[in-house]
């Protein structure tokens, strides 16, 4: 299994090319040595391209052509064919319909639209959030108590980042209680302790309750999740 993210190569669209199909030696500057390309790394597994809407058009030519044909040209190499048997898995963030040739998506068979964050059950938002607390309190080795209003705060915020979001919100949260509470054996999370962007959400009951210092009630992050 293979990764890569074409976002990175935005300012540079050939080197993603060359990167994905190899090239030979001396077939542009800094081509020192010869290169089998990550499309050939890959065989019998699996080339995973994120951000695949970053693709400049003659690149996503090249990719169907291999969809098609199982070769391709090495850059530099134009008089032979190459071969390689991988799965290929494209991901974006963009309407694949708005970005992508017309020619690759008819050699796409399955297509998954993977729902925002707001539109899953709240059941998957309440593992997510007792997933990412876990493994920051393996990472920090450290046992972590949250309370019930700063658990229903990420509960109830609208994270226009999606998961991602959510789990900078809890590092943030989880470092800023490091900070508080240096020297104790457990991580607290209050609602004080998490972004500043969390806030304006909050019920006016629940600022009261937070910009008093009223007590939070803690419980272990592995009851909150039975909740």
């Not at 991901?91 to 708005?98: G, I, L, S, V, W």
């Not at 399955?110 to 607390?133: G, M, W």
Request: one cysteine or more; aromatic letters at 10%; charged letters at 25%.
């Amino acid at each position: 299994f293979l990764h890569v993210n074409c976002s990175e190569y935005a300012n540079n669209p050939e080197l993603i090319t060359a990167n994905l199909f190899g090239y030979k030696k001396g077939a542009f500057t800094g081509a020192e040595s010869d290169n089998v390309g990550m499309i050939k790394a890959a065989e019998d597994g699996v080339l995973f391209l994120d951000e695949v809407h970053c693709l400049r058009p003659e690149c996503q030519e090249k990719l169907f052509f291999f969809m098609d044909k199982g070769m391709y040209h090495k850059v530099g190499d134009n008089e032979n064919w190459y071969y390689s048997k991988c799965r290929l898995v494209f991901a974006t963030t963009k309407d694949p319909q708005n970005v992508l040739l017309k020619t690759l998506l008819r050699r796409i068979p399955i297509t998954i639209t993977v729902p925002a964050l707001k539109d899953r059950p709240l059941i998957e938002k309440r593992e997510l959030i007792y997933t990412i607390f876990t493994k920051e309190s393996k990472r920090l080795g450290k046992e972590i108590l949250i309370s019930n209003l700063a658990y229903q705060s990420l509960m109830d915020f609208e994270f226009i980042g999606n998961v991602g979001a959510l789990k900078n919100a809890i590092k943030a949260a989880c470092a800023n209680s490091f900070l508080v509470h240096q020297g104790e054996p457990k991580l607290k999370i209050q609602v004080a302790g998490l972004p500043d962007y969390i806030f304006p959400s909050l019920t006016s009951v629940q600022l009261k309750s937070s910009t008093h210092g009223m007590q939070e009630a803690m419980i272990p992050i592995e009851r909150s999740r039975a909740r």
